[in-house]
Nanobody
Framework: QVQLVESGGGLVQAGGSLRLSCAASGRTFSRYAMGWFRQAPGKEREFVAAISSNSISTDYADSVKGRFTISRDNAKNTVYLLMNSLKPEDTAIYYC???????????????????WGQGTQVTVSS
């Protein structure tokens, strides 16, 4: 398995931006797809974005498409989530996950991931 550590969360006003980072260690980072999920209070964890091992493919939840951008730097074993035009409904704990595969049709599903970080809180004030 891989160890994942998220950072970059915080408090931001609506319309602002944040960039989350997720540093990985413990296995060959460049072989596996990575994803971001989030969990708001009282809600289930939901898919946000995913990126293939070689960065060629990405996928986004409809709620963040056009505002969020996922990227990765395989030389630094890090995946990023740039969040622009933030809304109060984006408030959640954000988790990064490491997939079992380099890419696939189930990147939106939690069971496609075998390692998770501890999460980083993002709070968007109105």
């Amino acid at each position: 398995q891989v160890q994942l550590v998220e950072s970059g969360g915080g408090l931001v006003q609506a319309g602002g931006s944040l960039r989350l980072s997720c540093a990985a260690s413990g296995r060959t980072f460049s072989r596996y797809a990575m994803g971001w999920f989030r969990q708001a209070p009282g809600k289930e964890r939901e898919f946000v974005a995913a990126i293939s091992s070689n960065s060629i493919s990405t996928d986004y939840a409809d709620s963040v498409k056009g505002r969020f951008t996922i990227s990765r730097d395989n030389a630094k074993n890090t995946v990023y989530l740039l969040m622009n035009s933030l809304k109060p409904e984006d408030t959640a704990i954000y988790y990064c996950g490491s997939s079992r595969l380099s890419w696939g049709p189930r990147v939106r599903q939690e069971y496609d991931y075998d390692s998770w970080g501890q999460g980083t809180q993002v709070t968007v004030s109105s």
